[in-house]
């Protein structure tokens, strides 16, 4: 889909970032139609879901929130590259990066008990670690890349505590905490202007 408006194309591309493949498949596409990319926006979230795995056998929040956009983005710099000195790869993280820890050694949590939590943290640390590091790779092209915290903002990624803590957890959200939170989130379509 394009969206235009005073003279700026913007495509938006659906991939399944928990599929390697579907990844693989959306970069070719893009490859193949545009001669550049100025601005790359990793902003992929699955949060606390519970235990499951990617197509490939991925936990599913390292999968889909990191090793997703980290293979989009290497296959795009190419095009990233012609687009020039300025272009951008900007990747969603979250305040939980802070309470992340990389289990180099069971990053897939087979061997761990599985904690939704700290599977969350861990992949939006690793999308930290990503940006640092990419930014060192890149900068001799003249690109820029960024990983922020977008604030809480009022979106369906809250969608799987049902699932994970089961009714009471999530009734207790529901009906307390999140009367009380609206009042800060801010709006994804405001958030998206911004």
Not at 23 to 38: G, P, Q, T
Not at 41 to 51: D, F, I, K, S, T
Not at 127 to 142: D, M, P, T
Request: charged residues 25%; hydrophobic residues 40%; contains cysteine.
């Amino acid at each position: 889909n394009e969206i235009r408006e005073d003279g700026v194309d913007i495509e938006v591309e659906k991939m399944d970032l928990s599929s390697l493949q579907s990844v693989r498949d959306c970069a070719e596409r893009l490859s193949c139609r545009l001669e550049k990319i100025d601005i790359l926006l990793n902003n992929a979230g699955v949060m606390v879901c519970p235990e499951s795995r990617t197509t490939e056998g991925f936990e599913m929040q390292i999968g889909t929130n990191h090793f997703g956009p980290f293979l989009l983005t290497n296959l795009l710099l190419p095009l990233l590259i012609k687009g020039g000195k300025g272009s951008r790869v900007v990747t969603v993280s979250s305040i939980a990066h802070s309470r992340g820890v990389i289990q180099f050694d069971d990053i897939n949590w087979e061997k761990t008990t599985y904690a939704p939590v700290a599977a969350y943290s861990q992949s939006k640390l690793a999308n930290v670690l990503f940006s640092a590091e990419l930014a060192e790779r890149v900068k001799q092209y003249g690109i820029n890349t960024y990983s922020l915290h977008p604030g809480v903002i009022n979106t369906d990624l809250f969608r799987h505590l049902k699932e994970t803590y089961g009714d009471f957890i999530a009734g207790f959200g529901e009906k307390f905490v999140l009367p009380i939170l609206k009042v800060f989130l801010q709006d994804s379509r405001e958030w998206s202007s911004n």
